[in-house]
């Protein structure tokens, strides 16, 4: 079968666009040669639009987001190859065991179970750590869970419960194992931690994030999701972003000459960040604000400091923040100078400014509400 436009005689055959438009892939220039009078399958179309065009034959399935075939109806198993989180619980055909999509009442074996926590949970399984696999508890007795803080090296630290929160990526094993974070528990974890709310149909589907607090823009992945977000948000359709209203893109969207001056700059050769799109770093304080905390998550970075309507006055700042402050140095646990001074930046902007010791237990609620990944450098010791 051929793939490109170009390739496919018109004398004997057509071409079918799988329905992207423009050029490249999923574009016009890609699709199917068919034979005259052949229809094209359902399962190669990627458009709604194009999938209705094909009448009684195909329908356009949401929960999965595919062109199938019109009498296509997937057993509860199959949802398990697109994401349990697309699980069809709510019209009780089928249900979420230990983060397995199946047939109510079915029993769920150990080596059915794909995720780490869920394997865990399930109080009958033990997940492998070295082999990456749920097993059976033996003789029925499943390993105690120890404290994540017990664990000494990123290779012991047990993905169950625990993620390695790395003090530098160029630190190699340099770091702890600690507690997940909402945003990183699976679905099952997610739904059994009191402290956590599991998003599975309403806005923005598909994320666990903490329980009473006000989803940052960033974390909505969907157009759809983004707009449903009231006025707090909005849609950038040309870099397939979800911001806050009123927040431009941010500088490490673009590259070399698309990089948008004045408050944006290209990283010169003696940055470890070269040619890299990034915020005019000279717009920072020159005496950032002082850090005389401990790191550790006590006192003023008791993260439960911080209450839900604090966290939402200043969460559209750490959420640009996190965008424009995360590469400035490469990602891990500690803090770089210039991040601190890019965070205490952000948190000085109107409206309703402030400085890193005041906003501390919202920075430390908001690193341990996102993945840590992108915001484990905000636990600045404040």
């Known amino acids: 079968m051929v793939y490109e436009k170009s390739g496919c005689p018109s004398t004997e055959c057509s ?4 329905g992207g438009g423009g050029d490249g892939p999923g574009g016009d220039d890609f699709g199917r040669c068919l034979k005259k009078g052949e229809n094209q399958r359902c399962t190669d179309i990627f458009e709604p639009s194009e999938c209705a065009k094909q009448k009684s034959d195909c329908k356009w399935f949401d929960a999965i987001e595919r062109c199938t075939a019109s009498d296509f109806n997937p057993s509860c198993t199959c949802y398990n190859g697109f994401g349990p989180e697309l699980c069809p619980v709510t019209d009780g055909k089928c249900e979420l065991q230990d983060g397995v999509c199946s047939e109510p009442g079915a029993t769920i074996t ?24 749920c097993t ?25 419960h625990c993620e390695f929160e790395m003090a530098n990526f160029e630190d190699g ?5 600690a507690d997940k974070s909402c945003g990183e528990m699976d679905p099952a974890m997610c739904q059994a931690a009191s402290e956590c709310e599991w998003y599975s149909t309403s806005p923005p589907e598909g994320i666990c994030f903490a329980k009473g607090l006000d989803v940052p823009c960033n974390q909505y992945w969907e157009e759809s999701d983004c707009d449903s977000a009231t ?16 927040e431009l893109e941010p500088c490490t969207s673009f590259q070399g000459a698309d990089c948008p001056s004045p408050r944006c700059v290209v990283a010169k050769a003696s940055d470890q960040n070269y040619n890299e799109c990034q915020i ?9 604000d002082k850090l005389n905390g401990k790191g550790d998550g006590t006192g003023n970075e008791d993260k439960e400091k911080c209450s839900a309507s604090q966290f939402s006055d200043i969460r559209s700042k750490l959420e640009q923040a996190q965008d424009e402050c995360g590469v400035i140095h490469r ?17 000085s902007q109107a409206p309703s400014p402030t400085t890193i010791a005041d906003a501390c237990p919202c920075i430390w609620r908001y690193a341990d509400a996102v993945d840590r990944f992108s915001s484990g450098w905000m636990k600045v010791a404040c």
């Open 15 to 18: 071409w079918v666009s799988d």
């Open 110 to 133: 150990c080596n059915l179970i794909p995720f780490a926590g869920s394997c865990d949970n399930s109080g009958h399984c033990t997940w492998n750590q070295a082999d990456y696999r």
């Open 136 to 160: 059976d508890c033996k003789d029925g007795i499943c390993p105690k869970k120890m404290p994540c803080a017990t664990y000494a090296s990123q290779e012991t630290c047990p993905e169950s």
């Open 173 to 177: 094993d340099d770091g702890i194992c």
């Open 231 to 246: 006025s707090k948000c909005h849609w950038d359709q040309e870099n397939y972003h979800c911001l806050e209203t009123g």
């Open 280 to 288: 005019d770093t000279s717009k920072f304080p020159s005496k950032p």
């Open 331 to 347: 990602r891990g646990r500690r803090a770089e100078d210039l991040q601190v001074e890019c965070l205490s930046y952000f948190l």
